[in-house]
């Protein structure tokens, strides 16, 4: 069982930074592939990032890439969102999501066995 807990989100204006972070209960942590997913009002929950166990290898949705970072500290049980020239269309619910089965980064919302309560990041225009 793995517990996850964001935080880090907040109100920014457009062109402003956000982190996000996700820390994990469990020792298992460093065997995880871990996402970040996010879900605006009326809209479904969709893909942002991902990054293997190992941290190695990450993967991004279109829509953030280069704009959007995931990084990892296994030693400290947590993952990051740098979130960086952030949008009002960024404004959402992001939740952070770990995979103990696959191996690989998803972007499939159901191969993610846990998840966290969510952070409320809003992007004002």
């Known amino acids: 069982q793995v517990q996850l807990v964001e935080s880090g989100g907040g109100l920014v204006q457009a062109g402003g930074s956000l982190r996000l972070s996700c820390v994990a209960s469990?020792?298992?942590?460093?065997?995880?592939?871990m996402g970040w997913f996010r879900q605006a009002p009326g809209k479904e929950r969709e893909f942002v990032a991902g990054i293997r166990s190992n941290g190695w290898a990450t993967l991004y949705a279109d829509s953030v890439k280069g704009r959007f970072t995931i990084s990892r500290d296994n030693a400290k049980n947590t993952v990051y969102l740098q979130m960086k020239r952030l949008k009002p269309e960024d404004t959402a619910v992001y939740y952070c999501a770990a995979d103990g089965s696959t191996g690989i980064i998803s972007s499939v919302r159901t191969d993610y066995d846990y998840w966290g309560q969510g952070t409320q990041v809003t992007v004002s225009s």
């Open positions: 469990g020792r298992t942590f460093s065997s995880y592939v």
